[in-house]
């Protein structure tokens, strides 16, 4: 298998208490004993706040993407930078993920470490520790297949300069990468990109082994317009592979082709694949799917399904996996709530988490449903502000438990050595460790 | 000594490129044996981004706070939520801080596990797993001194229902939070907390130990305004407290009277002391003077100064200590950079990171400041965007480092699980390990 991968490392790790969300009073555990425990989140086992992956939907969301991707034709790879996790790795792939995707030469590491043979680097390799690293990383191993981005001469002469002080037996590989005005990277025009195209695949340090865009910075959620954006990008990325399939600048076997995907996969599985003069790769990177949010994904989510065959709109969509409990813990004047969470705990860059569900302790046999005015309007470092009416809705009380969806998974990852994950009755089931 | 930390075990735990930051082509090394690699950022021994600590900088700013407390009589728990480091708890300790302040009990655990035995936590405790812990702390610690904030009787209930659970030698400690309206926890009149104090007063499992207010969320930068919202506050904790010392109920040796003091520890060291009939401990729990910031920080600082007499004004402020540096990987388009720093890497909750340095390898024998144009206007997850002027200013090109100060070090910090430490010329000395 290219692509098995050997997490006994992080299986024989030992966590204890110094580790955020581990139970304060329990004995360190290695991560392999830790679903054995069945710790109860509702009977009071487990600290908070406390960011727990549901089992149900994480299965739920695997197995659908594994579906899209095999009705569409698309290869995945997904974004490792959202979770981080070896262990959710192992699962992408083993719901047929073609490799992993990174954004820096640490996280390439992490995966080239636990086995993970196939990356995409969806970002320019720049720098000496970085561009050494890499080349030691393919030295060290044979069957590793790594592609990066270039988008500049400049990037590109760089790493000439710093590739002949190694002894290399092969080339880097490159993705150019196609940018679009008032985007971030990648090469504004044809022209310029045509000129890059024609730098790489005459340097004697790197090959060009595809074509690269990121289309997931100009969607707004108006799914029409989304539409004509994304597929405008793909048009250009047809128009610049077929220049450079004809001057025969691609080096390899096979011709990839990747856009981002996260948010409008389906354009991107309908609109990149082209037929070239070699095999080409249509490799997608959605990396939020594998947990998916309740906020901003979902949203984009919705407009895929808008813009859709009646087959998607039937079929449920993606579920939210991730979510981040906190407890109340003042309930200080009339309409506000104190939670035991805060910006160290939840994602709050797109925009606050979303107030879901409730448990109160000798009163509940299992979470409700909050009330439709409960809503977090801030947070502070530790602290969420929870508003509610105090007219129409119950109010929180001390101690209630409050679950929290998300909006956007990368940020909450992010914030947690070892997420908890949980069966539908909130009894943990595992450990996944993150390498952030 | 009270307040001896032991850090072997931090000392002997091995790093490795796992971490980031880590030089990706360096052996695993135990953390004691970072400084003598003697790493340079600038002969590019050091993966970027990069998050650095400058020596000097933390060692004037611990000065700093020593000359401060000690020509004002108050005392300091400095908030560790900022650092979570231990080596930085034991500097604070070493110059002379009297505890360390933390805002939940897993930070609490991580000061027991190093040797902190005077801890605040400015925070409510709330929880069958929290409290329990606490419990568990206070029983294996006989000479740990433990404070927690109660705001309100249903806190109160549910520790007294938790607590008889345990078998505890001795009873808790609590300071009674008093808040505003408007604010965050804490209780909103002097009634409400009259009554509270009360009823912890009559506790069987809880003694109060003194008073808590939180400051800093009242204030605005604006001194004139910021000193009068602040002296009012510290009107209301001297009526709380004179109250409460008339009936007797503060139990234990002295009286604890903390304020956050951050932002503003001027007027909290100036108004806070009071006479009352047991000895009075003026606590402050500033957190990020220890690093201090190039943003929202250094203005409250600059606030405190012009309101501050003329020794205060003609000495050398707090000096910004933390640094994110990345490397410039795009110049896709005019008057934009893209560089190799995101969300995951640096503080964005308060303002963007703030562009001060700039390193050119080849050319630059020393950082220069950037120009006046640079500005970081937005961040991705792993990107960030530099804004410069094409007509007045030197444009950056691929390659150039990049440093930038930060606003608010508590969000930086708690993005890397080692951050190094750094002498003037940017060598590595040592290795700071956090605990988020």
């Known amino acids: 298998m290219k692509n098995m991968l050997n997490l006994d490392a992080i299986l024989a790790e030992t966590l204890d208490a110094a580790t955020k969300g581990y139970p304060p009073s329990s004995p360190p555990l290695p991560i392999s004993a830790i679903g054995a425990q069945r710790w109860s989140l509702f009977a009071g086992e487990l600290p908070l706040p406390q960011a727990v992956i549901r089992d149900s939907a994480l299965a739920h969301n695997h197995a659908w993407m594994r579906d899209f991707t095999t009705s569409t034709g698309v290869l995945l790879a997904p974004h490792g930078k959202t979770t981080m996790a070896p262990q959710i790795f192992a699962q992408q792939l083993a719901a047929g993920a073609w490799g992993i995707t990174v954004a820096n030469v640490q996280q390439l590491g992490i995966c080239v470490r636990f086995g993970v043979r196939r990356i995409i680097m969806a970002n320019q390799l720049i720098g000496h520790a970085e561009v050494g690293a890499v080349l030691q990383l393919q030295e060290a191993h044979p069957g590793l297949e790594f592609h990066f981005l270039i988008d500049s001469r400049a990037q590109l002469a760089s790493i000439e300069q710093l590739a002949p002080a190694h002894t290399s037996s092969r080339k880097l590989n490159a993705l150019l990468e196609l940018g679009f005005p008032g985007g971030r990277t ?78 409008a996969f389906d354009i991107v599985a309908r609109d990149l694949p082209i037929q070239l003069s070699k095999p080409a790769l249509t490799i997608l990177r959605s990396g939020c799917y594998v947990t998916h949010d309740s ?57 606050m988490p979303i107030a879901g569900k409730r448990y109160r302790r000798g009163s509940d046999a299992a979470p409700q449903p909050v009330p439709a005015s409960w809503k977090i309007v801030n947070m502070n470092d530790q602290h969420a502000y929870l508003r509610f009416s105090t007219e129409a809705d119950a109010a929180p009380q001390v101690g209630d438990l409050v679950g929290c969806g998300i909006s956007h998974p990368c940020t909450t990852f992010d914030k947690w050595r070892v997420l908890f994950t949980v069966d539908d009755d909130y009894r943990v089931t595992g450990a996944i460790r993150t390498f952030f």
């Not at 994904?297 to 906190?326: D, H, I, T």
């Open 186 to 263: 990648g090469a504004r025009t044809f022209d310029e990109a045509f000129d890059i195209a024609r730098a790489i695949a005459a340097s004697e340090a790197v090959a060009l082994s595809g074509l690269e865009c990121y289309e997931g910075l100009q969607l707004t959620g108006d799914s029409g317009r989304d539409e004509s954006v994304v597929a405008a990008l793909m048009q250009r990325v047809h128009d610049l592979a077929l220049a450079c399939d004809r001057e025969g600048m691609f080096a390899g076997p096979a011709i990839i082709l990747s856009a981002g995907g996260s948010a």
């Open 295 to 351: 906020g901003f994904y979902n949203r984009m989510l919705e407009g895929m399904k808008a813009r859709s065959g009646a087959v998607w709109q039937a079929r449920p969509g993606l579920q939210a996996a991730l979510e981040v409990w906190s407890q109340v813990q003042s309930c200080p004047e009339p309409g506000l709530a104190i939670l035991t969470m805060g910006k160290r705990d939840a994602s709050f860059d797109l925009e």
